[in-house]
């Protein structure tokens, strides 16, 4: 059976799908001036960013229920080295929002994507040995979509295991904070917003005394 939370990622991954763009399952809140910004392909996604002052941030947000997770670029156009402050990403939004370990909630992702067991009614040898094909072609129609909702399901761990490496790997608080000339950095931050409904909200990215705004709406 499989576990609440791989759940929950199962059921935001299928309303991401519905929604439009997803990163990692998680869809991407749309930005609420689009056309303000230009878009650079990083990795499988189309980034918004903005440059000035020699300096480019490519910014993006994707969600979960409660936690939004920003990655962002900050490339350093200039000749000369720039330092960023350890609190440079801001969420800005009209309920309080807490700002939250990355690897903290990265080892909670990658526990949850783990932590669901065998499709239900098969041991874990039995269903690692059957395909989604093989089973899916000796099934009633009851049992083809139990099927496709165990294939969906481990898509949504597979991509719960790949946000967790990334968080892993970019998360802030293991990232220098200065940036020599010519170079580019991803850094990610995680927010939360215990207030369910959704509003608008901004995130801001400081560098060098000049700031960056990326306002979304929901």
Known sequence: MLDRAVLAFTFLSIAGMAMGE??????????????DFEFVKLEDNRFPTLRKNGISIACLTYRDTQQYYVEVAVTNESDRPIELN???VQFRANSAVASLD????????????????????????????LSPAGTRA??????????????IARNAQLQASQLAARLTTFAHEKQALTLEPKGTRFYIFVFEQPDRKKSPFEVSVTAEAAT???????
């Not at 909670?108 to 874990?124: D, N």
């Not at 000796?138 to 294939?151: A, C, E, P, R, V």
């Open 86 to 88: 350890k609190d440079f």
């Open 22 to 35: 997803t990163r990692f399952g998680r869809p991407i809140v749309k930005l609420a001036n689009p056309k």
């Open 212 to 218: 960056w705004v990326f306002a979304y709406k929901e």
């Open 102 to 129: 990355t690897l903290g909630v990265a080892a909670a992702v990658q526990k949850s994507a783990a932590s669901s067991a065998a499709p239900q009614g098969l041991s874990a040898s039995r269903a690692s040995s």
């Open 138 to 151: 000796n099934d009633d129609g009851k049992g083809s979509s139990q099927s496709m909702l165990d294939d």
